[in-house]
């Protein structure tokens, strides 16, 4: 594990939960950053995303609620008028391109979070 997510947590329906991403002892350098989820029985989804150069994107399911942002130390995902459905682990990870034009793709431990009904 090379990145540390934190911020998960237990939330009611509508309300708001924020996770950070750091890089632990470095800054958190990157070249494309992101937020996935998995929820039980499913396969891994992205949920957000952010470039070097700021840009950002976002599934189609958290536009408007969810917001990512990013600093020299950390990323974060502010969470917003939650539901039950994004109840799931979410994962960040950091993508640098190499000096041979390769990739190299860093994941954090992932955080649950959680939203009751």
């Known amino acids: 594990v090379q990145l540390q997510a934190s911020g998960g947590g237990l939330v009611v329906a509508g309300g708001s939960l924020r996770l950070s991403c750091s890089r632990p002892g470095s800054i958190f350098s990157f070249d494309i950053a992101g937020w996935y989820r998995q929820a039980p029985g499913k396969g891994r989804e992205f949920v957000a995303g952010?470039?070097?150069?700021?840009t950002t994107s976002y599934a189609d399911s958290v536009k408007g609620r969810f917001t990512i942002s990013r600093d020299n130390d950390k990323m974060t995902l502010q969470m917003n008028n939650l539901k039950p459905e994004d109840t799931a682990v979410y994962y960040c990870?950091?993508?640098?391109?190499?000096?041979?034009?390769?990739?190299?793709?860093?994941w954090g431990q992932g955080t649950q979070v959680t939203v009751s009904s």
């Open positions: 990870n950091a993508k640098r391109r190499l000096p041979n034009t390769s990739w190299s793709s860093d």
């Open positions: 952010v470039t070097v150069a700021g």
